[in-house]
């Protein structure tokens, strides 16, 4: 059985407010509790125009009032953002306020470009050993067995599901050396999924927290009535795409254009031919298809949806058509 999450990058629509997307991270961390969802993760990113989750762990906070079942958490933190102390104290606190409830991503990207990184961390000279060491860090913090000769408090005996977060091989091998679930970004960088994948799953050794590899793979859904409706709902996510790409900036989502992909030039195609090789658009019966095909082709243990739809109420059912295409693979009942 594959199980199904959700990624909010919380988006802030054009012409929006932080406040408002806030509001509608909360009612859609709800509607993934109502419609299965195994988790509901938020991610840090910083200096984005259209995206309102850069202080992860208060929005976790907040989400978590709204909810009461579903796992909540960051896909991810970036942690050489933080000292490991820091984000022992914020999720041993989550971890508190929604025991046996939270998800706790890490990442060695800034979540950010390389002004606003040297503003988070103050430099940006770095040991390639300082990411393993900061994760080993972390855990003996939450694991309160002397090793750093400090106690976390909060933080200390807390049980937040740590996860290594990746979109190259490093994050693959980390993972598997330390014995911990891996999830690859092939919602955005598929490029090395396939290697990523190999790589998690030959090398990894057992530890105390899991006995054999749990692989969660990003995978982009635009799902809607038709396959027309969601090909349009798709070009405010495309739109975004190529302004990131094209300028290395982010911009706040925009509302769907007709016809968008027919004013791009061969580039721009092929940008994001690229960076949404994992995804499905289209009606329930393309999405469940395509949904079925990638789960085949990866033997993924979960996948992770991203659905960065412009209006709220479409983003909601393109969700929760997702989730109907996984029940299906179980023939468990649709939900309404």
């Known amino acids: 059985m594959t199980d199904y999450a959700m990624l909010d990058l919380v988006p802030v629509l054009q012409g929006g407010t932080i406040r408002d997307a806030l509001d509608r991270a909360a ?24 995206i309102a989750s850069a202080a992860t762990s208060l929005v976790i906070g907040h989400v978590g009032q709204a909810t009461r079942t579903i796992r909540i958490g960051a896909g991810g933190i970036m942690l050489p953002n933080h000292a490991p102390l820091v984000i022992a104290e914020q999720f041993g606190t989550l971890d508190a306020l929604y025991p046996g409830r939270i998800d706790l991503g890490l990442g060695r990207a800034p979540g950010s ?33 002397g090793e750093t000769g400090i106690q976390a408090i909060p933080g200390a ?51 105390p927290v899991l006995e054999k590899p749990h692989l969660m793979l990003g995978y982009n859904v635009f799902a809607a009535e038709t ?41 721009e195609n092929a940008v994001l ?19 079925a095909a990638f789960v085949e082709r990866t033997g993924a243990d979960e996948l992770m949806f991203v659905s960065s739809i412009h209006d709220h109420e479409a983003r909601k059912r393109s969700f929760a058509i997702a989730a109907d295409a996984m029940r299906a693979r179980t023939s468990e009942p649709a939900a309404q």
């Not at 190259?168 to 955005?188: D, K, T, V």
């Not at 031919?273 to 999405?287: F, I, K, Q, R």
Request: charged share 20%; aromatic share 8%; net charge negative.
């Open 27 to 50: 009612d859609l961390a709800v509607h993934a509790e109502a419609t299965g969802y195994t988790r509901y993760w938020v991610a840090e990113h910083h200096g984005m125009a259209g």
């Open 113 to 145: 470009d390389q002004q606003v990184a040297r503003a988070l961390r103050r430099t940006l000279d770095s040991d390639p050993q300082a990411f393993p060491r900061d994760v080993m860090e972390l855990q003996s913090y939450f694991a309160d067995d």
């Open 273 to 291: 031919d690229s960076v949404l090789a994992c995804s499905a658009t289209g009606g329930p019966e393309t999405v469940a298809r395509d949904i």
């Open 157 to 207: 005996g807390a049980k937040p599901e740590m996860w290594i977060l990746g979109s190259s091989l490093f994050g693959a091998q980390l993972a598997a050396a330390l014995g911990l679930p891996y999830a690859f970004a092939s919602h955005f960088a598929p490029a090395m999924m396939d290697e990523a994948i190999e790589t998690y799953r030959r090398n990894f050794r057992p530890s």
């Open 227 to 267: 396959d027309e409706d969601a090909e349009l709902l798709a070009t405010s996510a495309q739109q975004m795409f190529v302004a990131i790409r094209t300028t290395g900036k982010g911009i706040q989502l925009p509302p769907p254009v007709p016809g968008y992909r027919d004013t791009l030039g061969r580039q």
